[in-house]
């Protein structure tokens, strides 16, 4: 059982007593012909339901209402463009809706037995109807439209209507393409020098053949009948790469799907893992994995190596190399297996094993020359998963920037990497190279272990509560920092943005509350006040033979900043709103259907940091410069525009007609150009001990290069900057108390 968000294993008496109770009410006993492996998913469904009813923090009532929820959000999964059903498949499956409840409680599959072949049969039947749509030329002088709001369209009522709305799809798409097409083809004649580097939609390869184009007086423009036919080619492949991910998912992925439309009635957070689901989590959490350390994709009926992992044993090996083909597995001295045309994660099941274990791969490298790679497995830690800092200067005072992706822990090795101990770690580095503020960066950072958030705040302040936790029908309890050492009592400021939830968003409000630092970002953070435990459900099974039955991620408690406040749905609220592009999309836990209410409760007893005397007139300068900085009123203009588009749904496949819109959007979007292409005009380095590693990896080199490249661009991290030097007092004086914590003390 993993504790997400947490204070770990505080529940445990309670998981215990679910344990106890499921010998006694279900005597599950996978070795009697009752519950062999047919009737795996119904055990499945009867675990999930028993453990979300007695570990749920206000478990939803499984009635009419929920069923008719569960219908929704299912059917829109299978199909959420409405191109594979028919309306009267809808009107089929809708006897169902108020029955859904009535099948969870007697574990009765007809439903998803019904849907599933359904869908199966229909995708065999949409093959066929692409294949014949992509056949033939578009016709882009006939007037028509197609709407792309797919949830307000109605289900094709027949194979005639369905096979209509799987042509406009299509032809939407291949005009975007051929018109990006002819407008390359335009510009190589005209000479308009890397006119196509301003196209997103091209890869690098294809921009990398329109820059020979451009050079080569030799090179004959493609006619429209040419182009036109590369169009359906192209699409066609997409389609073909498309329904090839599809046909590799089993039965038991789509039962997956079904299970979680059932769990997220529940509330948004509430999850099912599949056995393949929990390790991918558990790696994301840690940060780390047993295996070779390469990144795989699916690349037709091949497995391709797409990244090299730096430091992992594939990396060291310097054998294989992105780009190279598996074609075969072998384990040590085993037989080699051709896994060519398994699905990809079973070939990743194949490669990936424990530490000191060997595995031989057959790869076709790059120059067709096959190889066979022999590599020892070992532990790797995905680099980008871990805490970074960066050193920049401004007005001759250093400063640093923390950027921590998640609140990650190793949940079953106390000694393994944790964000707790790494920003203490980012945070001593810094204060050795002399930096007179820290801008800790939380944005788009989903959250973590709580324990981690809990060390963390804990480094900025003497001591005191971080953070209040409820469970049902349960007094709260406060979570405090014990340690009276502070690591940074220097200027903070805490950077946020509306994904960043959870863990961050405890972290910002703890600083907030003590008026530690300067929350600066998004009008309000995602919202998520809520904390999750993952439950291994093989715990409640005795002598197996069903195989792995995945774990359920379920709510079981809320937490309240130590001012009372939920942050759940209102979030944090910034000190210094910036404007942002998305902030007027719909993203946030508000947004969510089934999402827990907000709530306050007592606030818990803390002292308010005394060094603030700055504050507010740090937030009033950066106020001002936000509101008369022309980069931010442009950012603020384009939030706007991007809103105002994402209501425009419909589309016309007239081509004359389709490029005029275009043109205008592509006219509005030129002015927002200056966004992407500001620079902040701020060198930012790394810290000594990194330097001496980038020297000798190449990858790590290219990495933070690229990350500094980023730092030098945002807008947000040079605000950050400004607000850290209207913070720096203008002269400290330094008292030390034997046995105590430094004080700064203003003059």
């Not at 507010?616 to 588009?645: C, G, P, T, Y």
């Not at 004359?656 to 030129?670: G, L, P, R, Y």
Request: aromatic residues 10%; neutral net charge; proline residues 3%.
């Amino acid at each position: 059982m993993n504790s997400i968000i947490s204070f770990m294993k505080r529940n445990y008496k309670i998981l215990i007593a679910v344990v106890c109770l499921s010998a006694t009410l279900f005597a599950f006993n996978i070795n009697s012909k009752k519950s062999i492996d047919p009737e795996r998913d119904k055990l499945l469904l009867e675990l999930l339901t028993f453990v979300i009813e007695k570990g749920h923090y206000n478990p939803a009532v499984v009635d009419d209402n929920f069923s008719k929820g569960v219908y929704k959000d299912y059917i829109a999964a299978l199909d959420p463009s409405k191109r594979f059903f028919l309306q009267s498949d809808i009107n089929e499956f809708s006897k169902f809706e108020l029955e859904l409840d009535d099948q969870l409680i007697n574990k009765d599959l007809t439903f998803f037995n019904l849907t599933y072949d359904r869908l199966m049969l229909r995708m065999e039947e949409s093959k066929k109807i692409f294949k014949d749509i992509l056949s033939k030329p578009f016709d882009y002088s006939v007037e028509e439209d197609f709407n792309v709001d797919y949830d307000k369209a109605p289900y094709a009522k027949n194979s005639a209507e369905l096979k209509e709305k799987w042509r406009k799809q299509i032809k939407l798409s291949t005009l975007s393409s051929f018109t990006d097409k002819q407008k390359l083809e335009a510009d190589r004649k005209g000479g308009k020098e890397a006119a196509f580097n301003t196209n997103s939609s091209l890869t690098d390869k294809q921009k990398e053949e329109e820059d020979k184009k451009l050079n080569d007086p030799n090179y004959v423009p493609k006619s429209d009948a040419v182009l036109e036919k590369e169009t359906r080619e192209s699409s066609l492949n997409s389609l073909n790469e498309s329904f090839g991910f599809m046909n590799d998912l089993k039965r038991d992925d789509w039962f997956t799907l079904y299970i979680n439309s059932i769990m997220s009635r529940f509330d948004p957070h509430t999850t099912y893992f599949a056995p393949e689901e929990k390790e991918r989590f558990d790696v994301s959490m840690s940060g780390k994995l047993e295996g070779i350390g390469a990144r795989l994709q699916k690349k037709n009926d091949y497995t391709e190596i797409s990244e090299l992992i730096s430091g992992g044993p594939a990396w060291r090996g310097k054998q294989l190399e992105a780009g190279d083909l598996v074609m075969k597995v072998a384990q040590g001295n085993g037989v080699p297996v051709d896994v060519v045309g398994m699905r990809l994660d079973d070939v990743v099941k194949k490669i990936k094993g424990p530490k000191g274990s060997e595995v031989r791969l057959t790869v076709k490298k790059v120059d067709g020359t096959i190889q066979v790679i022999s590599i020892i497995r070992d532990i790797v830690e995905i680099e980008e998963t871990y805490a970074k800092s960066s050193v920049v200067e401004k007005n001759g005072v250093k400063y640093g920037v923390i950027y921590l992706p998640k609140f990650y822990i190793d949940f079953e090795n106390k000694d393994g990497r944790d964000a707790g101990k790494d920003i203490a770690l980012e945070v001593d580095r810094l204060k050795k190279a002399g930096v007179k503020g820290i801008a800790l960066d939380v944005r788009d950072d989903g959250g973590g272990s709580l324990s981690t958030v809990v060390d963390i705040a804990g480094l900025f302040i003497e001591q005191g509560p971080i953070v209040q936790i409820k469970s049902a029908g349960k007094k709260k309890e406060i979570l405090y920092d014990t340690d009276k050492k502070i690591e940074w009592d220097g200027p903070l400021v805490i950077m946020v943005n509306e994904f960043s939830a959870s863990a961050s968003e405890i972290l910002a409000a703890a600083i907030q509350d003590y008026k530690r630092g300067i929350i600066i970002g998004s009008k309000q953070t995602y919202g998520k006040g809520t904390v999750q435990n993952v439950i291994d459900l093989n715990q409640f099974v005795r002598n197996s033979s069903a195989g792995d039955l995945g774990a359920l991620k379920t709510t079981t408690q809320k937490f309240y900043r130590i001012n009372g406040g939920s942050t759940q749905l209102e979030g944090v609220s910034s000190d210094v709103v910036m404007p942002d592009r998305y902030a007027y999309l719909k993203m946030g836990e508000r947004d969510e259907e089934n999402a827990m209410p907000w709530d306050k409760i007592d606030p818990a007893p803390y002292a308010v940091w005394t060094n603030t005397s700055k504050f507010d007139q740090a937030i009033d300068n950066s106020k001002k410069r936000i509101e008369n900085n022309a980069q931010f009123k442009l950012i603020e203009e384009n939030a706007k525009w991007i809103d105002s588009r994402s209501n425009e749904n419909n589309y016309s496949l007239n081509i004359d007609k389709f490029k005029i819109a275009q043109n205008q959007i592509e006219e509005t979007a030129k002015k927002f150009r200056p966004i992407v292409d500001y620079k902040n005009n701020l060198k930012f380095t790394s810290l000594p001990y990194e330097l001496e590693g980038i020297s000798k990896d190449p990858v790590l080199k290219e990495k933070r290069e690229r990350w500094h490249e980023s730092l030098a661009k945002d807008i947000y991290v040079e605000e950050a900057l400004n607000i850290l030097d209207d913070l720096q007092p203008k002269s400290i004086v330094k008292t030390n108390i034997p046995g105590d914590k430094k004080k700064l003390v203003k003059s």
